[in-house]
């Protein structure tokens, strides 16, 4: 949950911004008259039809109809979520993004979440490199090295506290490993890692944060052969699709998704050629999906 970014500031921020050099830095622009034109980044088209205007802040295309502020140019071009946009438009400027006080501590829980699933990412990318079998696996399926790079695949070990131990050396409390979902505690109150002994797949949101992973077992121990994690501050399963984000980033236009059933689906399909592939995290396609 975070805190609202005041309507002053939003506005503030578009009138700062040059929509000449955010558009110009991303697009190939030529001086026409007062205005500024281009090939539109968002439909194929041999002839500029894309016009910027630095009178009035605004880009517009006459062949698709997009146009708008820096700022939407921005969300529509690096496909970026409001907040992102603000924010980068802001960096880009020098400025700090204000945030409503009242929800300053869940701001703060939800940072700490994210760097401690990002940290988590990095050590199981770390570990597969040195776990023959989990690459094997890899490779058995098809996979190339660039592939399982560009899904962030790795592995976890087989130790009950094998990357609890690791991130509490780097600072991440218990707490904030339990509410990531990286760990679990039981009915006698002892914690140990969530995952283990399982390939890793982690699950990004659209601004390409890891949120959550999806771990596929290896070997014949007990255990669901694909383990999800839980519902937490920054991860509501019937709201996130997997492989959505790496879709996004491959593909400028998508217009159209292809929804399977799993994690290692999507990514078989991308080392086939197939980018716009995604898939729902063990619950049913519902409208939040959709949207």
Same mark, same amino acid.
């Given at each position: 949950m975070a805190g609202l970014i005041p309507q002053s500031f939003i506005n503030d921020l578009i009138d700062r911004a040059d929509i000449v050099d955010v558009v &110009?830095?991303? #697009? +190939?622009? @030529? @001086?026409?008259g007062k205005n500024y034109s281009g090939l539109c980044p968002f439909h194929d088209e041999k002839s500029p039809s894309f016009s910027v205007s630095p009178d009035k802040q605004f880009f517009h295309c006459f062949g698709c109809q997009e146009s708008g502020s820096a700022l939407t140019f921005l969300m529509k071009y690096e496909r970026m979520e409001f907040v992102e946009a #603000?924010?980068?438009l802001a960096k880009d400027l020098g400025l700090t993004v204000p945030r409503e006080k009242s929800n300053r501590n869940y701001v703060e829980v939800d940072q700490r979440i994210f760097q401690a699933l990002e940290k988590a990412e990095r050590v199981y990318k770390q570990q /597969?490199? !040195?776990?023959? +079998? +989990? #690459?094997?696996?890899? @490779? !058995?399926? !098809? /996979?190339? &090295?660039?592939? +399982?790079r560009d899904f962030g695949i790795g592995y976890a070990p087989e130790g009950w506290h094998s990357l609890s131990e690791v991130l509490l050396d780097e600072d991440v409390s218990a707490e904030v490993m339990l509410k990531a979902g990286l760990t679990i505690k039981n009915d006698s109150g002892r914690v140990y890692d969530r995952f283990r002994h399982r390939i890793m797949f982690p699950i990004r949101d659209v601004r390409g944060r890891v949120i959550g992973f999806g771990g596929r077992k290896l070997g014949d121990e007990e255990g669901p052969k694909y383990l999800n994690s839980p519902e937490t501050p920054v991860f509501a399963k019937n709201q996130e699709l997997y492989g959505l984000y790496e879709a996004r980033k491959a593909l400028r236009n998508i217009d159209r998704l292809l929804v399977v059933e799993g994690y290692m689906d999507v990514v078989a399909l991308a080392q086939g050629g197939f980018r716009n592939a995604v898939a729902t995290l063990g619950t049913a396609t519902g409208e939040a999906h959709y949207q």
């Amino acid at each position: 949950m975070a805190g609202l970014i005041p309507q002053s500031f939003i506005n503030d921020l578009i009138d700062r911004a040059d929509i000449v050099d955010v558009v &110009g830095s991303r #697009v +190939a622009l @030529k @001086k026409s008259g007062k205005n500024y034109s281009g090939l539109c980044p968002f439909h194929d088209e041999k002839s500029p039809s894309f016009s910027v205007s630095p009178d009035k802040q605004f880009f517009h295309c006459f062949g698709c109809q997009e146009s708008g502020s820096a700022l939407t140019f921005l969300m529509k071009y690096e496909r970026m979520e409001f907040v992102e946009a #603000v924010e980068t438009l802001a960096k880009d400027l020098g400025l700090t993004v204000p945030r409503e006080k009242s929800n300053r501590n869940y701001v703060e829980v939800d940072q700490r979440i994210f760097q401690a699933l990002e940290k988590a990412e990095r050590v199981y990318k770390q570990q /597969l490199r !040195g776990m023959p +079998a +989990a #690459v094997d696996y890899l @490779k !058995g399926r !098809g /996979l190339t &090295g660039v592939t +399982a790079r560009d899904f962030g695949i790795g592995y976890a070990p087989e130790g009950w506290h094998s990357l609890s131990e690791v991130l509490l050396d780097e600072d991440v409390s218990a707490e904030v490993m339990l509410k990531a979902g990286l760990t679990i505690k039981n009915d006698s109150g002892r914690v140990y890692d969530r995952f283990r002994h399982r390939i890793m797949f982690p699950i990004r949101d659209v601004r390409g944060r890891v949120i959550g992973f999806g771990g596929r077992k290896l070997g014949d121990e007990e255990g669901p052969k694909y383990l999800n994690s839980p519902e937490t501050p920054v991860f509501a399963k019937n709201q996130e699709l997997y492989g959505l984000y790496e879709a996004r980033k491959a593909l400028r236009n998508i217009d159209r998704l292809l929804v399977v059933e799993g994690y290692m689906d999507v990514v078989a399909l991308a080392q086939g050629g197939f980018r716009n592939a995604v898939a729902t995290l063990g619950t049913a396609t519902g409208e939040a999906h959709y949207q």
